[in-house]
């Protein structure tokens, strides 16, 4: 079992981060993160789900800048799968970084939303219960079986979107929304995992630029399908700036969006990794956070 970085992930992040922060980032790679987990609010409460953990005897910590997480140090995914509050769709097991990015949208009710590559719909389900199940979200996702999944979890969470199953670039320009998500496609940079059992990544210079091309389409098809005045969040699981700020500049070029600056004064404790553009968030994978980019931008005309 390789458990190196991919040589070419490693030269990028030297080059990008220098020395110190690249052994940070590796450091992250190798943590082993607790579970951590959304209480679905359509469904259930806090409560609730903190009542039936400590009657399981399964310790918990609360997460400073979100009510609905919460971390599970001592327990495995398949423990926590066979509660009776997971069967229920009344919990989402989910990173603590792909939380963030719904936050920074924040869905109210009547909103037309697009989350436009939506499976296995973690993002859309938290969407729904945010805007308190009253966001009007279509949810796109080009993979027929990812689909499926992204349809059995909107029912299980009680989560109403309608699922277009399709590639986000073919989405008739007609529609109009509000509030966009683009959680793209993407290498995956940040979520490395180099542990034993865990296989290994591939990361080729070919793949990132087809990867980075592909963002770039999505996010143009994105601008064209926002309201004026709407907005847009772009994240990834990736660390690698060409998929992140640089696809950000590229959607800013056409002078139609502008950047909104993310207020992270209630999430001081993330541990973040510089950025070329302020305003957007890098999360550094560590022991609770894998790798994620979070920024936002608001169409202007
Ligand atoms: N937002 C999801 C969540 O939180 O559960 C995770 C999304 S994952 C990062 C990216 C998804 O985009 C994958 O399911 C992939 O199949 C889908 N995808 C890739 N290219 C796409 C395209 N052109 N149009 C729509 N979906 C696409």
Redesign the pocket.
């Known amino acids: 079992m390789d458990e190196r970085i991919p040589a070419y992930l490693q030269q990028r992040l030297l080059e990008y981060y220098g020395q110190e922060m690249a052994g940070r980032i590796e450091q992250g790679y190798r943590a082993e993160r607790p579970v951590t987990l959304r209480v679905n609010t359509l469904t259930g409460t806090r409560e609730e789900v903190c009542s039936v953990l400590q009657q399981a005897g399964i310790a918990w910590e609360p997460v400073s800048w979100y009510g609905d997480a919460l971390i599970l140090p001592d327990v495995s995914e398949s423990e926590i799968a066979m509660l009776p509050v997971y069967q229920e769709g009344k919990v989402y097991l989910q990173n603590l970084s792909?939380m963030i990015p719904p936050l920074v949208m924040m869905p109210k009710a009547q909103e037309a939303i697009l989350?436009?590559?939506?499976?296995?719909?973690?993002?859309t389900t938290q969407m729904a219960a945010l805007s308190g199940g009253k966001a009007q979200i279509t949810a796109?996702?080009?993979?027929a079986r990812?689909a499926e999944r992204l349809r059995y979890n909107l029912k299980l969470q009680r989560a109403s979107a309608l699922v277009m199953q399709k590639?986000?670039?073919d989405l008739d320009d007609l529609f109009r929304f509000d509030k966009i998500l683009l959680?793209?496609?993407?290498t995956g940079s940040g979520t490395i995992e180099l542990r034993e059992n865990v296989p290994g990544r591939r990361m080729t210079p070919e793949w990132v630029q087809k990867t980075v091309r592909?963002q770039k389409a999505?996010i143009a098809k994105a601008i064209r399908l926002l309201k004026k005045g709407g907005e847009l969040v772009y994240s990834t699981?990736s660390i690698l700036p060409e998929e992140n700020e640089e696809v950000v500049e590229y959607a800013m070029k056409g002078g139609s969006v502008e950047l909104v600056p993310i207020d992270d004064t209630q999430m001081n404790q993330l541990p973040q990794l510089p950025v070329r553009i302020p305003g957007t968030l890098l999360i550094c994978p560590d022991t609770h956070y894998e790798g994620f980019y979070i920024s936002k931008l608001r169409k202007i005309r």
């Open positions: 792909a989350d436009m590559a939506a499976a296995p719909g973690g993002k796109c996702e080009r993979d990812r590639d986000a670039r959680d793209a496609p993407c592909t999505l699981c």
